[in-house]
């Protein structure tokens, strides 16, 4: 199941893909950069969640083999 973070970075990616789209229809540069930084942004905020996931998985396995 996603988290919080990962769910953000992935409307943020889109957003920065839109934001992208339209600068490169309207020729406005400034535009397509503020894309391609909500882009990266997105992506290193979804590769957050990902981690946290990752470490919030791996601490119930560990409880639960405790539990047994």
Known sequence: MWNKDEVR?????????????????????????????????GKVEETFGKGRRKVGEAIKDIGDKIKR
């Not at 970075?9 to 839109?18: L, P």
């Not at 992208?20 to 503020?34: I, T």
């Open 9 to 41: 970075g992935k409307v943020d990616q889109a957003k920065g893909k839109m934001k992208q789209a339209v600068g490169d229809v309207n020729d406005d540069e400034q535009l397509r950069n503020e894309g391609e930084a909500d882009e990266a942004g």
